[in-house]
């Protein structure tokens, strides 16, 4: 199992740009979700899925969409990048048959211009 | 609302005994985690309490208590490799996580 993966790794963007930040999972989790971690600061939730086909709004949606097409992945979107969406970007998957601990994938870095 | 508070960072010496403390204030609350993070690293799981009490696996135990909205991760034995930022976590029934800001432990020697 490879767990949470995460594409890409690292990506420089210039203001007003557009990106898709990829994430899937092998472990057939219903829930997925997307954060944020700025320096020195936790985990902020951007938006989450409950299922295929779901999504919805975490503590800090604005500027992003989502999407979950397939149960297996999780689409972050930023269709105008600003500097202030410089962070770590971590998706992550939980199933409540694990009492709903998540596993992380390994964070895209992201640094906008 | 959701509201998760626990110490900025701590310091303690290799071999000594150190107890992280989180209170927490969650609607809907569920169960308290505590995940570990190392500097660049994804955060990675170490313990989940929904009961009230101690939870004690290997060096590291979780205390948890419902009507006092407090929690503690206490870590034993402790070694240089448990340098990291510390996170605790309340989750909902809805499957969600609120995250605290984190506590960074220096383990020294």
């Known amino acids: 199992n490879a767990g949470v993966t995460q594409t890409p790794k690292f990506r420089v963007l210039k203001t007003g740009q557009s990106m898709t930040l990829l994430c899937a999972q092998d472990?057939?989790?219903?829930?997925m979700y997307w954060y944020r971690q700025d320096p020195g600061m936790g985990l902020r939730l951007i938006h989450y899925?409950?299922?295929?086909?779901?999504?919805a709004k975490g503590e800090v949606p604005d500027g992003y969409n989502v999407s979950r097409l397939k149960k297996q992945n999780f689409l972050l979107g930023l269709e105008s990048a600003a500097p202030s969406q410089t962070s770590v970007y971590f998706c992550?998957?939980?199933?409540?048959?694990?009492?709903?601990?998540?596993?992380f994938g390994p964070g895209t870095r992201l640094t906008v211009l | 609302g959701q509201n998760i508070d626990q110490p900025t960072e701590m310091t303690a010496t290799e071999g000594a005994i150190v107890q992280i403390n989180c209170t927490y204030q969650?609607?809907?609350?569920?169960?308290l985690f505590w995940y570990q993070q190392h500097a660049g690293e994804a955060p990675t799981f170490l313990s989940y309490?929904?009961?009230?009490g101690l939870e004690e696996k290997g060096r590291f135990s979780s205390f948890l208590s419902r009507s006092k909205g407090y929690s503690y991760l206490l870590l034993k034995e402790l070694q240089m490799k448990d340098s990291a930022s510390y996170l605790c976590a309340s989750s909902t029934n809805a499957g969600k996580s609120t995250f605290g800001d984190g506590t960074t432990l220096t383990v020294k020697p």
């Open positions: 472990m057939n989790h219903e829930y």
């Open positions: 969650t609607s809907g609350f569920n169960g």
């Open positions: 309490n929904v009961l009230d």
């Open positions: 992550a998957s939980s199933d409540s048959s694990e009492g709903d601990t998540q596993y």
């Open positions: 899925s409950v299922g295929e086909g779901t999504t």
